[in-house]
């Protein structure tokens, strides 16, 4: 008899379905230690079913979590990725994880979150329980309209108060009769000795109330590892060390994914739990994919659509550009251009840019231009958002829209920036303060300051500290702990090595949220239905919780209204050649000087780069573009274009060139 006659074939047990409801990324800023991408990524590949984001009071890290499942749908055909919220308050009501069941329940959420963040200060959303069923007083003020419910279409996990028993039940018994059927409460084993207790007493409070326990681990980070991430930002945010950090930090290191196997252990004496992750997540129709864009018409009341209004404004503007005639080349650029941008439905977003240039250029004489990308557009051209004639220089309009490529397009207009905030005060009061945000920067921790306060935490002293920072790691480089030797330091020190490995992942975590420079989401309806709205230094300012890149990934059309300090030094120079020598010059009139159709020698300019006389002279006045100038000795547009490419981090990380 054969080996494989007597043993048979090991019995294969299906892996339960679980899914995590309950997750904490570092968007809750200072209080996860994982990204949002690590979270979905891990959760894939342990096999869960679905997976849920819900940072404190914010969507702020949402989009980066909606990426990553797009991105490896592939992998994991049948993976959910759910958008949710845990609202703490400042009331002292337990913590509650809403999840909005559809569309319309997303942007109740959204003005939810506005709410507080208008109430609390910067970083620090303010929000009471009445809020959330629209009681609140800046719900009855802020909203048009009857107050609104913002829990209709919402559903609930209550976190319990293990401090406060009595609150959870009262709360959860509030939130049970003003949303029936739509409550759980979260079972969380905590690992202290205690949790058969724990869980009995979760599940009978549930009971009594009609609701039902929800298995669940608060994950925190998505591998044990990441405990001691967890500890060093907990203790950044505390300002404490770890040494006297006590009971403010976890217990031990359980608050990771855990593999839906290990979940169906924990609660194998209430495999309901476990189940009704699945009957809570096939509740939620709702996706971020759902959020479809609606950019404002841009119609001019004279019956034409937005596409027509292009067309006309752009055919008028070809007849100035071109007075002698418009040629066939330019002919079927702007139709191939206009054939495009009337397929991806653009049409608005370039009326808008063109209103605002109009009115900065002729109302208020302001000089701007646009720039990147929007420079190889013929209808740009014609239109006045560029100076630069696409059909007298190299360009590919493919850079800037195509077909094959599912992103918006991205037209950055450059303004004076003694004068920019008239333009900014012109969008707000064309849109109005409701339909206008600016998008938010996400300031990270760089190698500098992650060493510095991973330092503190350790209670490593301030002198220790600034030695640290002249070893010059860089934002790019790799942290080599051999260096320390220089410093009389023991390299080998355990203590010192888990340091720098909590320095590792903390580069790249993000801080706060900050403003953008100029970069405007504009929308039909409420801004605060789309996307939560945050406090800015200036009241006549609103900001969104998503950044540039975000907004790209959804699809969200930006118009970029950014400051340039040489425009304001062009003005001055305009003016002064107009007072002392009665000349009249204008952008385009600098351009013609490379065709050798201007009115000066363009060579004594070049000359002057080939000795580094370039101080106050944008783009090329830096250490590094001087060092390479005279080598590169450029005698046309073109060679600056290659010059100031080459200059830039990039190429020199990657030892593609070198400047010694």
Known sequence: MSLSAQFPEPIKLASPHYAELVTTSNFSFLRGGSHPEELVAHAMAAGMTALGLCDRNSFAGVVRGYGTARDNKEMSPDFR??????????DGTPDIIAYPEDRIAYGRLCKLLTIGNKRGEKGNPELHLKDLFGLGDLAVSDIHGPPEDFSQGQLFILMPDEANWGLTEKTLDHLCRQAPDRVWIAGVPRFDGHDRSRLARVDALAHRHGARMIASNDAYYHQPDRSIVLDVVTCIREHVTLEEAGFRLSANAERHLKLPEEMARLFADYPDAIAQTQVFAGRIRFCLSQLKYNYPEETVGNGETAQQTLERLTWEGAAKRYPKGVSDAVKRSLWTELCLIGFKGYAAYFLTVHDIVNFARYERKILCQGRGSAANSAVCFCLGITEVDPTQRTLVFGRFISTERDEPPDIDVDFEHERREEVMQYVYQKYGGRRTGLTANVT???SKSAIRETAKVFGVSDDTIASFNQLHWGWGSKLDLRDLATL???????VLAQMFEVVKVLRG?????SQHVGGFVITRDSLESLVPIGQSAMDSRAIIEWNKDDIDVLGILKVDILALGMLSCLRRAFELLHVHYDKQYQLTDLLSEET????????????MTHRADTIGVFQIESRAQMTMLPRLKPSRFYDLVIEVAIVRPGPIQGAWCTLT
């Open 81 to 90: 990725y759910l958008v949710g919220v845990r609202l703490v308050f400042a």
């Open 444 to 446: 990270t921790y760089r």
């Open 488 to 494: 009389g330091l023991n390299p080998d020190d355990p």
């Open 509 to 513: 975590f993000p801080r706060h949220l």
């Open 596 to 607: 050798g159709q201007g009115p000066m020698d363009k060579a004594r300019v070049y000359a």
